[in-house]
């Protein structure tokens, strides 16, 4: 009997399973006939108006690979290629032809009082030290970073490419390398003059009068300390444009460090460029006055004295205070320790 | 002369990665360099696509326009390739590039990247087509052979197509009028500056 009633159990069991997957079943096939998978896809279009870029998720090691699409390197190569070109060329050519305008026009400042034979010293070893080492390296990166925008338009034609490869790659490592001391150089060189750079208020004065520079007569010479207002605007300058140079030169360097993004490379690709080549201009119109420009300036970065009578005219109040100081130092070479 | 593109259809993409290992056999592509890759969008979520992403073989490439040394060049069926021999690492067209598709063999430090590699579309690079010194530095050569690019030859649900623009175009097209959806060519209207109307 008890046999009996497990197999009637056993059926009703089978036949209960039965009725409910006959119930499921039309469920199922309640859903829309034609489905649009796409209908909450992600639309490319979409993306790119929103975002700027598109991003997702990927399974190599390398997370810049999630980056799907990035068409922002359109607008940096506008700019590398075009607006870098420009500016670099307004920039640096524009003062060339201001310079030999000028130059034309004024002619090398000369010493009104002559040179008297006698000298002082204005930049002693280390000081020149510090000038050249910075001023080389400056030179030579300035020379291979401009070779990087402009040396496929001009060199690259003339040179011919396995040349211009070859030369390229120097450049490259020696823009980096050298960047060292530059660094170095340009560290040294705020906490050495400093101290001398602050306004005063001469400056006033001096930028007034435009430094003498306008005047073809020789008569206007503003007093001025050690550095004069011209030259303390292009000492904090260099140190700024220097600090704007390092942190984009740098992250160039290293690349994607410490999650930078190519928007940001490129971000720095720009600042770099732009501060550069105002900084090459910049840096032109320093070496025209320290040479062509001013009689007797040279004298103060070769060997470090210059003459009497030029430290007269163009730093009077330095003057003034080191050979009041000089008696000083004569006092302090006949310690005992020398 | 052909206009060779790639074209990932997303909605059949299922991220199974054989293009990215075929890729990385096919041309004996070092470790953690991927000249193929795909990317997931939307993870896990309603609407999740992935891409097959390489080069794109840009029409007007911006990272021949960058390169400082100009050492890209572009194929008669317009394939972007470049020369080892003059690439000096600088790593511009990485900036450049909207897909993310030129890879380094170094980490970078000190401008020290190593020339610069990317997917050839399976065509080498500037030395004899099918030469030892081709192989060494591009990979293999499969245009050359009559082949298409081994990517799209192996995907296993024809996700990745790679040919003539205008007869993939056209196939995209017919695969989308019969199934009634197509979320468009990926990357398309960014390096050719055309869609597929469908």
């Avoid at chain 1, 000081?127 to 970073?145: C, D, K, M, N, P």
């Avoid at chain 1, 750079?197 to 007034?208: C, G, I, L, Q």
């Avoid at chain 1, 009578?309 to 004569?330: D, Q, V």
Wanted: net charge neutral; glycine share 10%.
């Amino acid at each position: 009997m008890t046999k009996y009633f497990a197999h009637i159990r056993m059926v009703a069991g089978a036949l209960a399973l039965a009725v409910v997957v006959a119930m499921s079943a039309p469920a199922v096939a309640q859903q829309p006939s034609s489905v649009n998978p796409n209908a909450s896809a992600v639309q490319e279009q979409q993306l790119m108006q929103q975002l700027k870029v598109i991003q997702g998720l990927g399974t190599i090691p390398d997370k810049k690979s999630y980056v799907l699409e990035h068409p922002a390197g359109r607008d940096w190569r506008e700019f590398h290629n075009v607006t870098l070109r420009w500016i670099g060329g307004i920039v640096i050519i524009g003062m060339i032809v201001l310079l030999a305008i000028f130059y034309m026009w004024r002619g090398s400042m000369k010493l009104r009082t002559g040179f008297s034979g006698t000298t002082i010293l204005r930049f002693n070893a280390f000081e020149r030290f510090v000038h050249w080492l910075t001023a080389v390296s400056f030179v030579i990166l300035g020379i291979t970073g401009l070779n990087i925008t402009f040396g496929r338009v001009l060199l690259l034609p003339w040179m011919g490419p396995e040349a211009f490869s070859t030369w390229s790659e120097w450049a490259k490592y020696s823009h980096n390398y050298l960047s060292f001391a530059f660094t170095i150089g340009v560290v040294l060189m705020f906490l050495m003059w400093v101290g001398e750079n602050f306004p005063t208020a001469a400056d006033v004065e001096w930028m007034k009068e435009g430094g003498g520079m306008f005047d073809k007569e020789e008569k206007t010479h503003p007093p001025a300390w050690k550095f004069n207002a011209g030259q303390k605007l292009l000492y904090w300058f260099v140190i700024l444009g220097s600090i704007a140079m390092m942190i984009s030169g740098y992250m160039l360097m290293f690349p994607f460090y410490g999650g930078l993004t190519v928007g940001n490379m490129e971000l720095a690709e720009i600042f770099h460029g732009v501060v550069g080549v105002l900084f090459v201009s910049l840096i032109l119109a320093h070496i025209y006055l320290g040479t062509l420009g001013m009689e007797g300036a040279f004298d103060a970065m070769s060997d470090g004295n210059v003459d009497v009578n030029w430290a007269k005219e163009h730093h009077s109040l330095w003057y003034e205070e080191e050979m009041g100081s000089g008696r000083a130092r004569a006092r302090g070479a006949m310690r005992p320790a020398e | 002369m052909a206009r060779m593109k790639f074209l990932c259809d997303a909605d059949r993409c299922i991220e199974c990665n054989a293009c990215v290992t075929a890729c990385k056999n096919e041309h004996e592509v070092p470790w953690g360099m991927n000249r193929r890759r795909v990317v997931t969008l939307n993870d896990g979520k309603p609407g999740e696509r992935s891409i097959s992403m390489a080069c794109m073989h840009c029409t007007d490439a911006p990272c021949a326009a960058v390169c400082p040394v100009n050492c890209f060049y572009t194929t008669a069926d317009a394939v972007v390739l470049h020369s080892k021999d003059l690439c000096i690492g600088c790593g511009y067209c990485f900036y450049a590039c909207p897909f993310g598709a030129p890879q380094y063999p170094k980490v970078g430090n000190f401008g020290s990247r190593g020339k610069m590699d990317k997917c050839t579309y399976c065509a080498g690079g500037p030395e004899a087509d099918g030469s030892k010194a081709e192989y060494e530095k591009y990979g293999a050569n499969r245009l050359a052979e009559g082949k298409l690019p081994l990517c799209a030859e192996m995907c296993s649900t024809k996700s990745l197509l790679a040919g003539d623009g205008d007869v993939i175009a056209q196939i995209y097209k017919e695969r989308v009028s019969r199934r009634g959806y197509g979320s468009g060519a990926w990357g398309w209207q960014t390096a050719y500056h055309e869609t597929i109307a469908t």
